[in-house]
């Protein structure tokens, strides 16, 4: 049975700790990833609920419009029928609301569909942490054993 050299059972388990190290800094960006996305699929759905309540308001009608910062004023719904879109590079155009919503939900969708690949590769990251740690706990009980 082949001897096991302590001085490459320090090595493996220092190899092991900094796989473990790089991997739970991955876990840790794909958390927040993962929340970002989550807070954009909020925010896309509340976009869509609201675009649908405003269509189905008379025009004229009086409502609160949130500015941000909990601060609101008051407003008129003068159009229930169109909303404005940012097409990119600060462009606005006016759509109707049931192309605005199409674009809402196809812009969920992608959301939605980026969720589930970064919880997939969290998923598989924790895995190979725990497999991982899993490896240095032997190791470390190894060297443990050699020192008694």
Partial sequence: MKKVDQKEVEEEAGRLYAQITTLNSI?????????????????TQLALETLN???????????????GSQIMVD??????????????SNVIIKKPNKEVMEILEKRMEALQKQQMEIQQKLTETLSGIEYLQNQLNTLIQQLREKGT
Avoid at 53 to 66: D, F, R, T
């Fill in 27 to 43: 876990a840790d960006a794909l958390k927040e990833q993962s929340e970002i996305l989550q807070r954009q699929i909020i925010d």
């Fill in 53 to 67: 309540e405003i269509s189905k308001l008379e025009k004229n009608h009086k409502v609160i419009l949130p500015l």
């Fill in 75 to 88: 407003a008129v719904i003068v159009d229930n029928e169109n909303a404005y879109v940012n097409v990119g």
